[in-house]
């Protein structure tokens, strides 16, 4: 998404509310895009996760405005770096920003 008012690129993620609904499990359905934005929430500001910049409904839609990461996926850096893996190093650093994030979601 491209924010014409500012310049800014962010990522937009759409939660159809009918595959929601129509889900056998309704109940469930609704609590995991509850929990997804809780987490959000909880992790907003830390530098290793992924921004929630807003949140907008429309009849048919949730719409999830998140910060744009233009980087890749973790499996697309590790099939650019020699051989298609990473070093030592470099899964040590990714295990620490993962496990930073996760003392921040248990401390809340």
């Known amino acids: 998404a491209f924010a014409r ?16 609904f129509r889900s056998a ?7 995991g895009v509850q929990r997804e ?6 992790t907003s500001g830390h ?4 921004q ?3 949140v907008y409904e429309d009849s048919r839609s949730l719409h999830l405005l998140l910060e744009w990461c233009g980087g890749g996926s973790l499996t697309q850096l590790a ?12 899964a040590a650093a990714v ?5 930073e994030v996760l003392a921040v979601c248990h401390s809340k």
């Open 5 to 20: 008012h500012n310049g800014c690129t962010a990522a937009c993620k759409t939660i159809h509310k009918s595959g929601i």
């Open 25 to 31: 499990a309704v109940k469930a359905a609704v609590l």
């Open 37 to 42: 934005l809780t987490i959000m929430q909880h």
């Open 47 to 50: 530098p290793n996760v992924v």
């Open 52 to 54: 929630l910049k807003g």
């Open 79 to 90: 099939e650019k770096a020699p051989g298609g893996r990473c070093g030592e190093g470099a």
């Open 95 to 99: 295990a620490k920003a993962v496990l």
